[in-house]
């Protein structure tokens, strides 16, 4: 093991409390192409006629309901995404009591399904669907599965994904869970992302802990400001701690 692998199992062994930020870095591991993604955001354009930023808005949704779920669930629910060796790394230093919370910024839960247990999805995940009148849960497979619009079947109104789409403010509720975990932390662990994320930048600036560690391909100007930073994809750091 080098000298920062091993200086990182020191951290986390020494570490009261454990937060991990994982970004669009470990989403990319399972497969994935972000819609910011230059080449598939043009691709997107090209087979919709819109940019995935402007289709993936809630006044899309709203005004354009059929042509969102054509996108939602062409471009969202069909893509099978399981989960990563970052994930399943993380779930086994959960399961050795050196990580107290997992911060994710992807809708497909993919920590969760790998068995960790404290996960904050931010952005909502495209397994919990809920109609807004009458509150009746339906699964993805309802959704990805009615050949059109997925109308409630108590009260017929469209049921609304419980995922974030551009521009919306998040779950105040969650927010402010997230604050305070950050807040509590000892150690916080970035992985796949920067200080500077549009996501992270507003939590990391309740940490108030001893160490801040970034593990990340690219190097990026905000990563003097890390105890550690690891240039690689936490893919293949995290799994070598041997927890």
């Not at 807004?132 to 993805?140: A, D, F, I, Q």
């Amino acid at each position: 093991m080098g000298d920062k692998y091993e200086h990182l199992k020191k951290i986390l062994d020494g570490s009261r409390y454990t937060v991990a930020m994982c970004g669009s870095g470990t989403l990319t591991e399972a497969g994935y192409k972000t819609f910011r993604h230059q080449e598939y955001a043009y691709e997107i354009e090209e087979k919709y006629g819109r940019s995935p930023e402007y289709i993936f808005t809630s006044n899309y949704y709203n005004t354009r309901t059929d042509r969102f779920f054509d996108f939602y669930k062409s471009e969202v629910l069909n893509k099978n995404f399981e989960p990563t060796e970052t994930a399943y790394a993380l779930k086994r230093i959960e399961d050795a009591g050196k990580l107290q919370c997992i911060l994710s910024s992807n809708i497909f839960d993919i920590e969760k399904r790998a068995g960790c247990r404290n996960v904050l999805n931010l952005h909502g995940t495209i397994y919990h669907n809920v109609c807004p009148r009458c509150g009746k849960e339906y699964s993805l497979e309802y959704i990805r599965d009615c050949k059109k619009v997925p109308y409630c079947e108590e009260c017929h109104s469209v049921v609304r994904p419980c995922v974030a789409l551009y521009g919306e403010q998040l779950d105040s509720r969650l927010t402010s869970q997230a604050a305070s975990e950050v807040e509590k932390a000892d150690v916080l662990l970035l992985l796949g992302t920067t200080l500077a994320s549009d996501v992270y930048s507003n939590y990391v600036k309740f940490f108030e802990g001893s160490q801040l560690v970034i593990i990340h391909e690219r190097e990026h100007f905000t990563d003097a400001k890390a105890d550690l930073v690891i240039y690689d994809a936490p893919k293949n750091v995290l799994p070598k701690l041997g927890y």
